[in-house]
């Protein structure tokens, strides 16, 4: 929320001296979220006065309208100034920009001849100024000395404050919560802004006949203006507070609605009456029924969405946004105030649910003060009055469902055992009093007070959020101040370091990175077609996924089976903002469903006390398994083309190479194998093992599974078990020879269906300890072979810990190899 300091001190008595940092520090030590602050003093630098137009001359001599003026800025002489602007006459005020202005955006005003004529200046517009986006003419004040420094009448003598509210603080969404946070801060008088307007009493008769039909609506008001200008120009504080605040004016009702919310935090809504019919119902909607709000979107409403409705159907998306149908237009002229209150939920829910934020629903949901409805419907009915023209009506329509506020009993020490800090009673009473609650000594029991160890504490109105007596225990910490609290950091009790499970992660994402991947984090929560879109078939149990009863995103609400399915949302985003050659990866939790969850009973532990030992059990059972994986996804090149360099696109060779970076740094060998899995392409796809059980796989993307995905073809993937995954024994140091090594090729004919992964296990059991290295460097097929065989080429590297090896003893330890190859596979060596 954007706050002018100037609309802030109506009502908090600042000081005169008070600096911009002071502000800020005491809005801080609020509980505010100070985001930005906009000195408004600093946008236009150098001379910025007031002139009036002393005379116009047209120059018709060019293609477009052009106006040489001479302006009376204060000096002895009028200075000629060139304008294209005609929203202005002779004997009008206008904001002169003279030689030596700065305007934003870092435009210099200087004296030059144009069209023919001197121009010494320039006359601003609003949205030349920053103040506004309207730059459909020049501004024209209604008043000021000529010569004069013209910023505070365009409202470039203050201070903006951007806020970001917390749920917690809905109050403060609001200049009068944020005043009365500030005053109490600062230690200054607070008037409120609702004491400007006297509530009125509901009358026998309303304004316009009204039924409540639902009990989401605990406070429904109503009050006319008629024959009233509704589209008349805002007052110019009014306009200016609202383009401070981030709001475009739009004309006299909506204006005056907009500010009272800004200004009390209780939206409002204002009704053509003319265009209602029949009786006013606060309901549920029906099914069927829709609304095209002022959005210009038709909505299929809801059945619990709440709606204001006439003879002719919903009027109003009740909390959230207003329909079209009866909104206030050029030709209105009699005005319907509206103020209600709704049930926060109810408001949470239908915005989520129509995907429509407001102003409005952001206040509602957060908990609107029901104690002034009236008086808000009051001062807007008196405003519309004043600068529209208009008469008001004395009929008042009241209907209040409102239940008394709970008290809250909480003992006097509480603050001070919670917080450690020695709260004496006045100090706890006085603070829950700043807080808007009214503070009364013992225990209320059927009328009477006794005991005088505990407080009983009934929240104001605008405090929805005190429920319990943690609440009032943070509001005595906030508002004596956090600085009142003194820091101690805890000692750090010695222990072990990492476990193995968490050191293992942190090498497994270490090596991934050193060797080009990016690591990303994704939400764990994926849609109920991604099961489809990775090509799943309907007996695969990744598809068994745990539902969210309360999703983030209504369109998310699955926990995901696998990380890929999460990943591959890091993917597009990232190739939608025009990266093409990728390699991320990610490694979380999978969410796999308790074997027969679905026929456990729901368990609802209680939060008053501690849940009974069978309760914890049964809710446990109902947990899901919770391994962690760890995926990867590679796309576009994985060597880029260059001077002398031939670019090299990422294959499925990628993928398992990344998985065997995985098991490397876990301390783990992988067998690959062929294999045929979702979402993998069926003829290049490794299915990844360890000690004979499978971990994961890897390969290249099925190319349907990439056009549904949106992802570029041959993109490759993997996904590997990293719980499966055994944690490695201690390993002993390795023995390192200083003799030289011996090097050895050797080529082995064998038939196209054995791995060479199989292969190479073959090869380095038969070559035994005086193996150093085995490397696959060939793969080589020709008729010549034979059919159905292939040629594969290894490097070995053998070397001993106390002499240099022979080179018959080289031959023998590759014969010994190929020997266990040929039993295994029927290999033989290539001549």
Request: aromatic share 4%; with cysteine.
């Amino acid at each position: 929320m954007r706050i002018p300091v100037s609309w802030l001190a109506e009502y908090a008595a600042l000081p005169a001296d008070l600096t911009t940092e002071a502000l800020d520090a005491a809005l801080v030590e609020a509980g505010l979220e100070v985001e930005e602050v906009d000195d408004l003093r600093g946008r236009v630098t150098g001379p910025l006065v007031v002139g009036r137009v002393a005379s116009i001359e047209e120059l018709t001599e060019f293609k477009k309208p052009i106006r040489h003026c001479w302006v009376e800025v204060g000096e002895a002489e009028p200075r000629s100034v060139i304008c294209g602007a005609r929203n202005f006459a002779e004997g009008d005020l206008v904001v002169v920009a003279l030689p030596g202005a700065e305007l934003p955006g870092g435009f210099k005003i200087g004296s030059r001849k144009t069209y023919g004529r001197l121009s010494d200046g320039m006359i601003c517009s609003a949205r030349e100024l920053g103040v506004s986006d309207d730059h459909e003419g020049i501004i024209v004040l209604p008043e000021g000395e000529v010569g004069a420094d013209a910023r505070p009448l365009v409202g470039l003598d203050d201070v903006v404050f951007e806020l970001a509210i917390t749920p917690d603080m809905g109050y403060c969404f609001s200049v009068r919560g944020i005043a009365r946070e500030v005053a109490h801060r600062l230690g200054v008088a607070f008037t409120d802004p609702a004491s400007k307007a006297a509530e009125p009493a509901a009358t026998e008769h309303p304004p316009y006949p009204v039924r409540v039909e639902t009990d989401g609506c605990t406070r429904f008001t109503l009050r006319e203006v008629r024959d009233v200008d509704a589209n008349a120009e805002s007052p110019e504080w009014m306009a200016k507070r609202l383009t401070q605040a981030g709001m475009r004016p739009l004309g006299l009702a909506v204006d005056v609605t907009n500010y009272l919310m800004l200004e009390l935090g209780h939206p409002l809504h204002a009704f053509d009456r003319d265009a209602l019919e029949d009786v006013m119902v606060v309901r549920r909607a029906k099914p069927g029924e829709t609304l095209k709000t002022l959005d210009d979107v038709e909505r299929k409403l809801d059945p619990e969405d709440m709606v204001i409705t006439d003879g002719t159907g919903p009027l109003s998306l009740a909390g959230v946004m207003g329909g079209q149908t009866s909104e206030v237009g050029p030709t209105t002229r009699n005005v319907l105030i509206e103020a209600a209150h709704w049930n926060p939920t109810a408001i949470a829910r239908t915005s989520r649910r129509h995907k429509l934020t407001s102003e409005a629903s952001k206040r509602y949901e957060r908990g609107a003060d029901s104690g002034i409805t009236l008086i808000a419907a009051q001062r807007a009915a008196d405003l519309l009055v004043e600068y529209g023209g208009g008469t008001l009506v004395e009929a008042v329509a009241d209907i209040d469902h409102r239940e008394p506020a709970a008290p809250i009993v909480m003992p006097v020490d509480l603050p001070s055992r919670t917080i450690g800090v020695d709260y004496d009673r006045d100090l706890v009473v006085a603070m829950l009093e700043a807080a808007g609650c009214t503070v009364v000594g013992g225990v209320v029991k059927e009328g009477t007070v006794e005991g005088g160890d505990v407080l009983t504490v009934v929240p104001a109105s605008w405090r929805p959020d005190l429920t319990d007596p943690a609440d009032l225990v943070e509001e005595v910490a906030r508002l004596h101040g956090y600085g009142h609290i003194p820091s101690s950091i805890p000692r750090a009790i010695a222990g072990t370091g990492l476990t193995s499970s968490q050191r293992r992660r942190r090498r497994v994402a270490r090596a991934l990175a050193d060797n080009g991947f990016v690591e990303t984090y994704t939400f764990p929560f994926v849609s109920r077609e991604r099961a489809d879109e990775l090509g799943l078939d309907e007996k695969d149990p990744q598809r068994e996924a745990v539902a969210v009863l309360n999703p983030l995103d209504d369109a998310a609400p699955l926990l995901r089976t696998t990380v890929l399915a999460s990943l591959v949302n890091a993917v597009r985003l990232n190739l939608a903002r025009g990266a093409k050659d990728l390699a991320v990866f990610e490694e979380g939790l999978v969410f796999q469903p308790a074997e027969g969850w679905s026929d456990l009973e729901v368990v609802e532990l209680p939060v008053s006390k501690r849940p009974e030992d069978e309760a914890i059990a049964a809710a446990i059972r109902r947990l899901p398994a919770q391994p962690r994986h760890v995926a990867a996804v590679l796309c576009g090149q994985n060597v880029p083309s260059g001077v002398d360099v031939q670019g090299r696109a990422v294959d499925w060779a990628d993928a398992v190479e990344a998985a065997e970076i995985v098991a490397e740094a876990s301390g783990v060998k992988l067998k690959a194998a062929r294999g045929e899995a979702a979402p993998w392409h069926p003829g290049r796809c490794a299915e990844l093992r360890v000690g004979g059980a499978v971990v994961g796989h890897a390969g290249e993307l099925h190319p349907e599974v990439c056009e549904r995905l949106g992802l570029p073809r041959r993109t490759a993937a993997m996904e590997l078990d990293l719980t499966a995954l055994p944690l490695p024994d201690l390993a002993p140091a390795p023995v390192i020879s200083h003799f030289p090594a011996t090097l050895i090729d050797v080529a082995i004919v064998l038939g196209e269906e054995v791995p060479a992964g199989e292969v190479e296990a073959a090869l380095r059991e038969g070559a035994g300890e005086l193996l150093d290295s085995l490397r696959l460097f060939d793969v080589y097929r020709d008729a010549k072979l034979g059919e159905g065989k292939k040629s594969l080429a290894f490097k070995l590297e053998l070397r001993a810990a106390d002499r240099t090896l022979t080179n018959e003893e080289g031959v023998a330890v590759r014969d010994a190899a190929v020997a266990v190859a040929a039993a295994r596979f029927g290999a033989s060596i290539r001549e």
